[in-house]
């Protein structure tokens, strides 16, 4: 599980988070959705503990990343936005490194390439150097890499960016999967239908503070809206507003 209580985050004169809180449950994807500039990508680089809150905490499964971070690293995979890839390296050699940095065995790594480069279709880049790749591939290669030590929680930042149409399918039936097994997700992407296809809950971030969270369904009774987008519209627009 992943908590956030109370979190803010100020860059100069910027208040770039506002007493942010949120909880991401075991079994659930939770979406994460704001517009540009809204803070999300603040609130995402403390997740993967590249920054540190001014004010309140973040814990994941009970541990406050701060004071844990050897543990949480263990229990958390990332898919960050940007997918920095060593270009000499291949997609194999990637999810073995970064396997071998979580203390996996040889024949784990091996059974666990072979379960991943078969759900993502990785089979024809699995021996490929990846200079050169599309960013769909390059997006699988992250993810792969993300999943290699089986993390308890997940955090996945536009995880569909540049992939074809089966390929997009492929993840999303992965992240289902993930939600059986009782894996916590947290998913930031812009495309409505994938957070409307996903999410049991959603969270809608603007101006740095939480402006709305409830499922697909009650985030439309919430604002009186007939679709999602139309609710994200109306949440962000009130942020802000007198009460």
Partial sequence: MIQVQEVSKTFGDVKALQQVSLTAPDGQITGLLGPNGAGKTTLLRMLYMILKPDQGFIEIDGLNIQ???????????????????????????????????????????????????????????????????????????????????????????????????????????????????????????????????????????????VAAVGSPEELKEQTQTESLEDAFVAAIERVGEPA
Avoid: W
């Fill in 67 to 209: 004071d844990n971070t050897q543990e949480v690293a263990r229990r958390l995979g990332a898919l960050p936005h940007s997918h920095e890839l060593y270009e000499r390296l291949t997609s194999r050699e990637h999810v073995h490194y970064y396997g071998e940095l979580h203390g996996l065995t040889s024949s784990q790594l091996e059974e666990r390439c072979k379960d991943l480069f078969r759900i993502l279709n990785m089979e024809d880049i699995k021996d490929r150097k990846t200079a050169g790749f599309s960013q769909g591939q390059k997006v699988k290669v992250a993810l792969a890499r993300a999943l290699v030590h089986q993390p308890q929680n997940i955090i996945l930042d536009e995880p569909t960016s540049g992939l074809d149409v089966m390929s997009r399918r492929n993840i999303r039936e992965l992240l289902l999967d993930l939600k059986a097994q009782g894996r916590c997700i947290l998913l930031s992407t812009h495309l409505m239908q994938e957070l409307a296809v996903l999410c049991d809950r959603i969270v809608i971030i603007a101006k740095g503070q």
